[in-house]
């Protein structure tokens, strides 16, 4: 199985400042034929279910705010809060869908400074 | 509105057995996969299996083939996992997920349910 992991595991930055997450895949996650990494990026806040915040490594979901963004490809991949709020406080997963044997990272918890 | 709803909290017993449900609305059931995902206690995400409620096509991941049954009513729009004998180690939050409906099998999680902790323990 592709083993995901994230760096850090924690991670405290103040309020309108610039948190980066980082995710790294032990095989790459880009298929040639379309070009496009399969990585997805969730937030999961205290006592709810994960949101999908970004697919495709770089595609943001429905309703996800702008200042959420992510990049990289083959094995490299960032989550980016250009601004951190508040409300951003949450762990955050990546997860490889290139095989069907979908994997998540370990989760990096996002705290307030 | 596009979502899933799951069945609520259980309690049980180890050796006892136990099916949960997540029903699909606002979107066609039949043309999505559904997965599976569990959460134990302060821990990550860890796909189990999905299935395809059109042909009930059905993937199970190594960890949890013969642990755990995947199935799907279509006529009523919902997906169920179910266990024959429960284990203390089953304790844990369970999330039924969609799958991203273009692109098929190899696809991002779009849609959440809001999960059903189910808690083994004698």
């Known amino acids: 199985d592709i083993v995901m992991t994230q760096s850090p595991d924690s991670l405290a930055v103040s309020l309108g400042e610039r948190a980066t997450i980082n995710c790294k895949s032990t095989?790459?996650?880009?298929?040639?034929?379309?070009?496009?990494?399969?990585l997805a990026w969730y937030q999961q806040k205290p006592g709810q279910p994960p949101k999908l915040l970004i697919y495709w490594a770089s595609i943001r979901g429905s309703g996800v705010p702008d200042r959420f963004s992510g990049s990289g490809s083959g094995t490299d991949f960032t989550l980016t809060i250009s601004s951190l709020q508040a409300d951003d406080v949450a762990v955050y997963y990546c997860h490889q869908y290139y095989s069907s044997h979908w994997t998540f990272g370990q989760g990096t918890r996002l705290e307030i400074k | 509105e596009v979502q899933l709803v799951q069945s609520g909290a259980e309690v049980k017993k180890p050796g006892e057995s136990l099916k949960i449900s997540c029903k699909g609305s606002?979107?066609?059931?039949?043309?999505?996969?559904i997965g599976w995902v569990r959460q134990m206690p302060g821990k990550g995400l860890e796909w189990m299996g999905v299935i395809y409620p059109g042909d009930s096509d059905t993937r199970y991941s190594p960890s949890f083939q013969g642990q755990v049954t995947i199935s799907a009513d279509k006529s009523i729009s919902t997906a169920y996992l179910q266990w024959s004998t429960l284990k203390a180690s089953d304790t844990a939050m369970y999330y039924c997920v969609r799958l991203l409906p273009s692109g098929g099998i190899l696809n991002a999680f779009d849609i959440w349910g809001q999960g059903t902790m189910v808690t083994v323990s004698s």
């Open positions: 095989q790459s996650v880009l298929y040639n034929s379309n070009n496009k990494n399969y």
């Open positions: 606002g979107y066609i059931f039949t043309s999505s996969w």
